[in-house]
């Protein structure tokens, strides 16, 4: 069924079962990579939240939580700046993290946190999305876990916005075209 979002329509793309699927898959490799280490899950807001929230109720060990907030979308369009808005409340040195994002598609700003935990001398940086667009995405730092690989165009829904709308919907909708 399409949907209106402001000034935009949308059509399904990825329906709410096919997510939660994907990210049980997801969190029971990050089970098995870890071996019994405490991770800190750091979400990336404000996209991440749902991600996030779902990954840890299905994270079946001991484990903390912390975000950060980072901007690079005006609209539909990546600025290709990424500004730390918010910091981090936790200390990470010699700590496994794993970033959570919702969709990595130039990546920046997983590139700016990578420096920014590398910096403060994580033991293990292991970065987790829900969705990438490889079209988009030119960057060095290898991605440990993806859910999905879409196309380069813009999604909603699932802590995804268009202009701070949209973010409610339990499933992922695409742009139509």
Known sequence: MEIQV??????????????????KELVNQIERDLQGEV???????????????????????????SFVKMASYIGTQSTNQVNQLLGLDIDVTD??????EDIVDTGNTVVALKKLFDQQRAKQIKIATLCLKPEAYDKDV????????????????????YDKHGRNLKEIYQIKE
């Open 39 to 65: 991770p800190v899950f750091i979400g990336v807001l404000n996209g991440s939240f749902m991600v996030l929230s779902d990954m840890v109720k299905y994270f079946q060990g001991p484990c903390e939580i």
């Open 142 to 161: 290898a991605l440990d876990y993806v859910a999905f690989e879409i196309e380069n165009k813009f999604i909603v829904g699932y802590g995804m916005d």
């Open 95 to 100: 700590r496994v993290v794993i970033i959570v």
């Open 6 to 23: 402001l000034d935009k329509k949308f059509v399904p793309f990825i329906l709410e079962e096919q997510i939660q699927a994907r990210l």
